[in-house]
């Protein structure tokens, strides 16, 4: 199944160690503990070796290209507000974005799917059931050939009841959670679950940042800085350079918004689409590679999305995405029938998203696209390499598994 670039077992954690190599050893002693907790997120914090055991058959070398997040898992489809402040369900992290096969994507979500079995309160048979039921609703939105969106208004089930939940959150019960009081006004809770102290240069990097970038704006006084502190989420960007910064936004204490501020590095693709001759288009960085594609396959752009620079780092500016309102693995898997209609919507995103971005920068166009979803010859391997590689993930994590538990010894 694995090509000659896929990593050997046996030098597993110098394959991750010189990945990883550079961050920040606080925020990367996190991932690595995150990691070793289960299957389901080593995959999402090992895109590099996922890729690289894909197989070398033509459902993975010769499918349309299509813009790709890269490392779409169960977790990575969720609720965000889009600069309209509507609230929309969708794929919503683009740090690994490609243009790359169709097939890369749907593959890595079905094999996070089988890869979370444990967490979603699912047999291996259900699990595999469940994986069906996204591939065919894939392909069935893939082949209708339209790029639709999900919304409240057209939402059902568990979605509806996560973009509600955001719709009617007040602004100042989100601001309660990330921040603390000082009289009128707020301070970021540096609490080491979240967001971790900035150091005095770095506060004065961010504020001078932000301070520039609000000059370009229609209302530079809604950026003016309270706080910066280092932000601490998700688990494959985990030790990269991230802050949270607590800005004024409409007035202290309740009016006030949160940016998050996101180092880009290069995608994990890459090296391995290098391989296969999938020329990448130049991008003047690696923030703006992110955010083009994310704008070209989500339907409405995320609130305050830009490329910027940090300094000399490129970065990803936007509204900061609660956790809460991703897809969380454990707690939505509790009913089989609940569990199967969220991931149908997530089949029938990733066409919409692929559909949306097609034709764009060497990617397939739509034409291309609904042909290869009207096709039925590939479902039974991309079931059968799902379930493969989910077997290979499984077995790497209990290597790392076993090699992080001696480092604590």
């Known amino acids: 199944m694995s090509h000659p670039n896929s990593p050997n077992d046996a030098d597993l954690i110098v394959q991750i160690q010189q990945h990883n190599a550079g961050r920040d050893p606080e925020r990367l002693s996190m991932k690595y503990a995150k990691m070793a907790s289960s299957a389901f997120v080593f995959l999402r914090g090992a895109c590099h070796l996922f890729y690289a055991a894909l197989p070398d058959s033509p459902l993975f070398l010769e499918a349309p290209l299509a813009w790709c997040c890269g490392d779409l898992h169960f977790e990575n489809v969720g609720s965000y507000k889009g600069d309209n402040r509507l609230v929309y369900f969708d794929i919503n992290d683009y740090d690994e974005a490609a243009l790359a096969p169709a097939s890369w994507d749907l593959v890595r979500l079905l094999t996070s799917i089988q890869c979370g079995a444990d967490a979603l309160s699912a047999t291996r048979e259900q699990a595999l059931s469940v994986s069906q039921s996204c591939l065919q609703a894939y392909r069935q939105a893939l082949a209708h050939g339209k790029p639709l969106w999900v919304e409240p208004e057209t939402s059902v089930g568990l979605v509806n009841k996560l973009l509600s939940t955001l719709h009617q959150r007040q602004r100042a019960a989100f601001l309660d959670k990330r921040t603390v009081r000082k009289g009128p006004q707020r301070l970021l809770k540096v609490d080491g679950l979240k967001a971790l102290p900035a150091s005095e240069a770095q506060k004065h ?76 288009p130049s991008w003047p960085d690696e923030a703006t590679r992110v955010v083009s594609v994310q704008k070209r396959m989500q339907a409405i752009d995320h609130a305050f999305l830009h490329a910027v620079h940090l300094g000399d780092l490129p970065c990803i500016l936007k509204g900061l995405q609660p956790s809460e309102d991703r897809v969380a693995i454990g707690s939505w898997g509790k009913k089989l029938e609940h569990l199967t209609a969220v991931v149908e919507t997530m089949g029938c995103l990733l066409a919409w998203d692929q559909l949306r971005a097609s034709g764009r920068s060497g990617s397939a166009n739509a034409d291309a696209l609904i042909a290869f979803g009207l096709r039925s010859d590939w479902a039974e391997e991309m079931l059968h390499t799902a379930t493969a590689l989910a077997t290979r993930t499984n077995a790497q994590w209990n290597l790392f598994s076993q090699w992080y538990q001696q480092q604590k010894l």
């Open 205 to 280: 990097l961010v504020t001078t940042f932000v301070q520039r970038f609000a000059s370009t704006q229609p209302n530079p006084d809604f950026y003016r800085v309270c706080d910066v502190g280092r932000r601490i989420a998700g688990t494959g960007s985990l030790g990269v350079e991230r802050f949270v910064v607590l800005i004024a936004g409409k007035g202290s204490p309740d009016g006030n918004y949160l940016l998050d501020i996101k180092e880009a590095k290069p995608s994990a693709l890459v090296p391995h689409l290098n391989r296969l001759g999938v020329a990448q």
